[in-house]
């Protein structure tokens, strides 16, 4: 037996508790984990609070991250005393996730943890972090330098925009956080912000082209807020978009791309190969401080894993959630 989070009932009629579970019911893969730590993301707790339809099964373990040691393996690639690391894979949502003691995978989904990080720093980082990484890879790969000018990051005191934050701003680029919650100012710029912008900004419908004003962006938000931001990049600009706490819609007009050459690159983390996973996570590495990396942390107990879920999508927990499963 081991502990988890389970997700049972239905989409209309969920409950969520953290229970004992079955060893034998965990589902098929060809690894076996104990997991050591896990996080809390956006996604999980979408899927916990049942604010949106993640789990596309019942019973579901939530969790698309987790950092543990492998136990049995009939993957090639891994052993018993490996340490490992997933993120996404549709893992919390179609397949058992991480915020349990044990979980079973496809081995192909895991990446070893990268060397200096710990299995708690690695969820420190989570897939939160993993696709700041990716969204900062997209900016270099079209050409956008420290030189370039202005780089704007929302949702920057949530997990996405705080790593992005601080990775850019070690890189050498000005960075401009985005948020709705101003009393934060201090913590974004001890991450290196160079400026603070309030989200209502961005929040009003505004003009098909606005006054030319950044050279790149990180947008986790989407709809009006993507659209603004699009509306406001200088000639040749780059959006990374990665997220959607704003809304799946975009009341954009082509203006921005045909009449300045803005660039919009989606960056999808969930599928990502496992060669740009594990480049994002040497980056990470080389391109993250640990002691910034530290102040974002917010560790929480296993046993109030469920109510944090409720406060992030509140808005009430900045940077990023570690959980230990282990104890």
Known sequence: MFKGILIEGSRSDQQVSLKAIDEAQLP???VTVDVA????NYKDALAITGRAPIAKSYPMVPGIDLAGVV??????????????????WGVGEKHWGGLAQKARLSGDWLIPLQAPFTARQAMAIGTAGYT????????????VTPDSGDILVTGATGGVGSVAVAVLAKLGYSVIAVTGRPEEEGYLKSLGAKHILDRGELTEPGK???R??????????GGQV?????????????VAACGLAAGMDFPSTVAPFILRGVTLCGVDSVMAPKEDRV????????????????????EVPFDEAIDAAGRLMDGKIRGRVVISVAD
């Open 28 to 30: 098929e893969g060809d």
């Open 37 to 40: 730590y896990t996080t809390l």
């Open 132 to 143: 700041a990484m990716l969204c900062v890879m997209a900016l270099e790969t079209h050409g």
């Open 212 to 221: 030319e004003t950044w050279a790149g962006a990180i947008d986790v938000a």
């Open 208 to 210: 098909p082209l606005a």
């Open 71 to 88: 136990t049995e393996s009939s993957n090639s690639e891994f052993k018993a005393g490996d340490e490992v690391v997933l993120n996404g």
């Open 279 to 298: 480049h994002a996570w040497k980056r990470l590495a080389q391109d993250l401080s640990p002691e910034l990396l530290d102040s974002m942390i917010t």
């Open 226 to 238: 993507l659209a603004n931001v699009c509306a406001g990049m200088k000639y040749r600009g780059v």
